[in-house]
């Protein structure tokens, strides 16, 4: 407890590469929960120990196949119902699952736990310059209310400049289901 | 290929064969070799020297018959019958349990294993959702009148899919082990198991043709546009505390009064009226954790030591078959607060067994686990029943 700031949290973390679970990286972290104002996102300090695995060539294929595609691209439901992702969709539910991360730090809370739970669509925005967009329509989980919260975010991404999240807002949850 | 039988009717013709025997360029393969006169020799003869074999034992007076004519037509015969009954066996049980099903293809499924195992396994209504769909639960006995028994329920939140595919896969596990495994057959020797598969039939159909992430019942709430009940808010355990929403709107919505929801009346109804349920196990996803009371206040429980202990061997156990990690401690200490949970319910009422399973994962899938998990899921999940399982009826209270 910090008087009449917030809540400061120490961490010892371990990372693990989720498409290689045998690469682990070692970390520490400081998080500050401010006090009152629920609207701003909490502080966030940390130190790898160790690398991070180069993803450049992946990172490549992936840009230059999407930037070759004739018509934007465009797709539902990932992971579909039944949990499944087709492997040329891999690369956008990754990227959504880094874009949702900062969107979910500028919305935590210690009284949330929020969880990306399906990207509901997504469709590529053609740009003129080297920058892939996707618009997003995500669904967050958030653990402690059990809420499912319908998400936009405008994503941007290239290998070498990694992701922005540029736009996002929080859309209204239909009443019926 | 033929077989021939060789009766032979002395010592001397015994040594006849046995320099028959020594001839290796005929190859022949003596399936029961010449030793003494007492005993036929049975001998297969490769197509090119059958006339040759025979033209010597004629000539030396030695009695035969042919066993078999053509070898290879037996077996070909063989590998047909082998495919023939591979392929009624399939046919007879093409339920697969590695893939996600409608409410529709479960409850055939639930005919199929009570006609299947009717020794030990029958179907029984205990109620009708909401929206009129049977409420079916499975009984596991083998016989007996009201013997202490286990309640095991999946599915009361629709959207948490991984759990009536696991229930399902453990229906026919445990049905299958009777007789085969000593511990479950020693258990079902002594006590009954109550299979309740699909918890909340109207919510599950909903996740199917509507919304994959429905969580609530499909109850209409007077004045408000919003459908739906939280069954796990709704049983009467500290109703109406914090841990639940009043808002009919929240995916977390208790409901307007406890049992509201006639999913958790028939289930009450259902074990108040059996009066010898021993254990409660309820099964959700997703985190790997594994829980016992209290949810709806942060104190422990008067068993926490022993439920505590017995939760923790059951995470062993669960650990032992792929890895995969529980987190074990009571609802409050360990999630959230929550008020109207089921397991506190039924602690309450007296089951002092009562758990609450959270399955994989720990949130890159959360509730669309991909169906490649279901198996594995259900194979350690099933391991740490058991552990309960055998911990319940080895300690009868």
């Known amino acids: ?177 | 290929h033929q077989v021939l039988r060789i009766k032979t009717r002395n010592e001397e013709e015994v040594k006849q064969l046995q320099l028959l025997e020594s001839l290796e360029h005929l190859e022949l393969d003596f399936w029961i070799n010449p030793s003494t006169a007492a005993l036929p020799v049975d001998v297969r003869i490769p197509a090119n020297n059958v006339q040759a074999v025979k033209a010597f034992l004629e000539s030396h007076g030695i009695e035969y018959s042919i066993l078999i004519e053509d070898l290879q037509v037996v077996l070909d015969k063989e590998k047909e019958d082998m495919a023939y009954g591979q392929q009624r066996e399939r046919s007879s049980n093409s339920f697969n349990y590695g893939v996600y099903h409608t409410l529709d293809s479960i409850y055939a499924e639930l005919d199929h294993l009570a006609s299947e195992y009717s020794n030990i396994v029958s179907k029984l209504q205990i109620g009708q959702s909401y929206e009129k769909r049977p409420l079916y639960v499975l009984k596991f006995s083998t016989g007996g009148r009201n013997r202490p028994a286990i309640w095991l329920d999946a599915g009361i939140h629709s959207r948490e899919w991984v759990t009536q595919a696991s229930a399902i896969w453990i229906a026919k596990k445990i049905a299958s082990d009777y007789g085969n495994d000593p511990s479950v057959t020693s258990l079902l020797n002594k006590m009954d198991i109550f299979l309740l598969t699909v918890s909340n039939p109207d919510g599950y159909v909903f996740t199917h043709t509507t919304n994959r992430m429905w969580r609530k019942t499909r109850s209409k709430n007077p004045g408000s546009v919003c459908v739906g009940v939280d069954p796990n808010r709704n049983w009467d355990a500290g109703f109406g505390g914090p841990g639940a929403s009043s808002n009919p709107c929240s995916d977390s919505y208790r409901g307007p009064s406890a049992n509201s929801e006639v999913e958790v009346r028939s289930v009450v109804n259902f074990i108040k009226n059996h009066g010898n349920i021993r254990a409660f196990l309820t099964l959700h996803s997703y985190s790997q954790l594994l829980m016992y009371p209290y949810g709806y206040k942060c104190t422990q429980p008067a068993d926490y030591a022993e439920l505590d202990a017995l939760g923790r061997a059951a995470a062993s156990s669960i650990r032992s078959l792929y890895g995969t990690t529980f987190t074990v401690g009571s609802i409050c200490t360990t999630i959230y607060q929550a008020s109207g949970g089921s397991i506190d319910w039924s602690y309450d009422y007296g089951i002092k067994y009562s758990f609450a399973f959270e399955l994989r994962d720990t949130g890159r899938y959360g509730f669309v686990l991909p169906a490649s998990q279901i198996i594995p899921t259900a194979e350690e999940t099933w391991l740490g029943l058991k552990k309960i399982m055998e911990h319940v009826r080895d300690n009868p209270y």
């Open chain 1, 1 to 177: 407890d910090i008087d009449d700031v917030g809540h400061k949290y120490y961490l010892e973390l371990e990372l693990e590469d989720v498409l290689d679970k045998d690469s682990t990286v070692n970390c520490t972290a400081e998080v500050l929960y401010h006090l009152g104002n629920k609207n701003i996102a909490p502080d966030v300090q940390f130190t790898l120990e160790g690398e991070l695995k180069n993803t450049d060539e992946a990172d490549n294929i992936f840009y230059n196949r999407v930037k070759s595609l004739e018509k934007e691209l465009v797709a539902e439901n990932i992971p579909d119902s039944h949990g499944n992702v087709p492997p040329e969709m891999e690369p956008i539910h990754l990227l959504a699952w880094v874009a949702s991360g900062y969107v979910i730090w500028q919305n935590s809370t210690e009284n949330t736990k929020f969880q990306l739970a399906q990207i509901k669509h997504v469709k590529q925005v053609k740009r003129t310059d080297e920058y892939l967009e996707f618009d997003y329509m995500i669904l967050l989980h958030d653990m402690v209310s059990q809420e499912i919260i319908p998400w936009q975010m405008t994503v941007l991404w290239h290998p070498q400049h990694g992701v922005q999240v540029t736009q996002d807002s929080r859309q209204p949850k239909h009443a019926s289901g």
